[in-house]
């Protein structure tokens, strides 16, 4: 018996009039013209339906605490630090609750289904770590959380912190995180990138480190923890988010260190938002841009997911939960204009992410979790240059979330009555 059919769906490789069929919370099948008796028909209309936007990169522990207990007046990531270190010793587990569910309610709104979040284990209270665990059990009928744990005051710089980390895994915290270019010396650094990639080949844990978020063209922490993969046999489970220094690196030094990270299998997590937001602020002009070399990674086949890092936060005081935001971003930022272009720059917040993040049954295919968006877009495309209604938001083939279509109702003289935001589309362009 089929629970739900969704007829006439465009799918992010442009295939178009597609049905798909759900069964038991999995699609069962998709492909055009299913005959199947279904418990709901939805019509998608030709739009385009896309599996879950994922963000691999987030704090969730400091989501919409913008403004508490004052702003970041500089702007900078050095004073938003500062600043989280003021609000932490004040933070309830009730309030963290409050917030982060708050949070994955406007997630789930915007299709977005599956966060990898940074979890600050600097306060050996580690009461972010209780509330973001007992978080992941609130939001796991509609989101997958996944939590690492992140030193953000650095590794080896505050009391406590090397016993808090490994407490906070033993709560069950998921990934070893960490902060290399924040430690006090590069020497410290290393050492921290070495320490924390063996508790993680001890432990059987994936690893997800802050590397090199800084413009300094010299700092190295990107090939310390490539190499230090490789010597511990972490192939393909380790991350490295922001790589901002790669932005100022020399390139002859950039034609080495790609290999090697590929040789890591390592996967490469940009953060275009927070990046272009708060990289070259030393800068007078020309400013840098800071974000990290999107296009030359794709090239090597390194995996890139992007990430929204922050939203309301002593970092960040922008923000929507919105991945397709992170994506329009991107395609300025990298200068990744053309159709093709937007359409790898989709899956960099879809099925790139998914992968770094290591989801099972993510995707559009039969045997796969029935958990999908419809949007008011006709391709991917057009999904990042309108940002559009996630007209409804499915997951194990119920709809979580609906919002209405945008349709603006004109009263000029000898004019359209109405404007769709999808009638702009060039014609004949997939
Ligand atoms: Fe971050």
Not at 271 to 289: A, S, V
Not at 337 to 347: E, H, N, Q, Y
């Amino acid at each position: 018996m089929t629970d739900l059919l969704i007829r006439n769906a465009t799918l992010p490789d442009g295939s178009t009039g597609i049905d798909i069929a759900v069964a038991g919370g999995r699609i069962t099948a998709i492909e055009p013209g299913i005959t199947a008796e279904a418990g709901e028909v939805i019509d998608a209309g030709g739009l385009l339906v896309s599996p879950p936007f994922v963000d691999p990169h987030f704090h969730m522990d400091a989501t919409l605490s913008l403004g508490l207990p004052r702003m970041n007046v500089s702007g900078t990531l050095l004073e938003g630090i500062a600043l989280w270190g003021e609000l932490r010793p004040t933070l309830t587990k009730e309030a963290l609750i409050e917030r982060a569910v708050r949070y994955c309610d406007l997630a789930v709104s915007k299709g977005l289904m599956a966060v990898r979040s940074h979890v600050d284990v600097s306060d050996p209270r580690l009461v972010t770590a209780e509330a973001l665990l007992e978080v992941r059990e609130i939001v796991k009928p509609y989101l997958d959380l996944q939590l690492v744990a992140f030193p953000q005051d650095g590794y080896y710089r505050g009391p406590g912190i090397v016993e808090a980390l490994e407490r906070a895994l033993d709560m069950g915290i998921d990934i070893v995180g960490g902060i290399p270019h924040f430690e006090r010396t590069m020497e410290d650094g290393a050492r921290s990138v070495e320490a924390l990639c063996r508790i993680a080949a001890d432990r059987g844990l994936m690893v997800d480190m802050h590397c090199d978020e800084t413009d300094d063209p010299m700092s190295r922490h990107v090939e310390t923890l490539a190499a230090q993969t490789i010597r511990f046999g972490l192939q393909g489970r380790v991350s490295g988010s922001h790589l901002t220094s790669m932005h100022s690196m020399d390139n002859y030094y950039v034609s080495k260190l790609l290999p090697l990270i590929a040789e890591a299998q390592m996967a490469a997590i940009p953060n275009p938002l927070i990046n272009i937001m708060l990289q070259g602020r030393h800068d007078t002009y020309p400013k840098r841009r800071g974000l990290t070399r999107i296009p030359q990674m794709l090239e090597m086949g390194i995996p890139v997911g992007l990430g929204q890092d922050c939203v309301m936060d002593p970092w960040y005081s922008m923000g929507t939960g919105d991945l397709l935001d992170v994506a329009h971003m991107a395609v300025h930022a990298t200068q990744m204009g053309s159709v093709a272009d937007k359409r790898t720059l989709f899956d960099a917040v879809t099925v790139n992410s998914a992968r770094i993040m290591g989801l099972g049954g993510y995707g559009l295919e039969p045997g796969c979790y029935a958990d999908m968006v419809i949007l008011q877009a006709k391709d991917t495309a057009e999904a990042i240059r309108l940002r559009p209604a996630r007209l409804k938001v499915i997951r194990r083939g119920k709809v979580v979330a609906e919002t209405a279509p945008e349709v603006t109702r004109l009263s000029l003289d000898g004019r359209p009555a109405s404007l769709d935001p999808t009638d702009y589309a060039p014609k004949g362009v997939i």
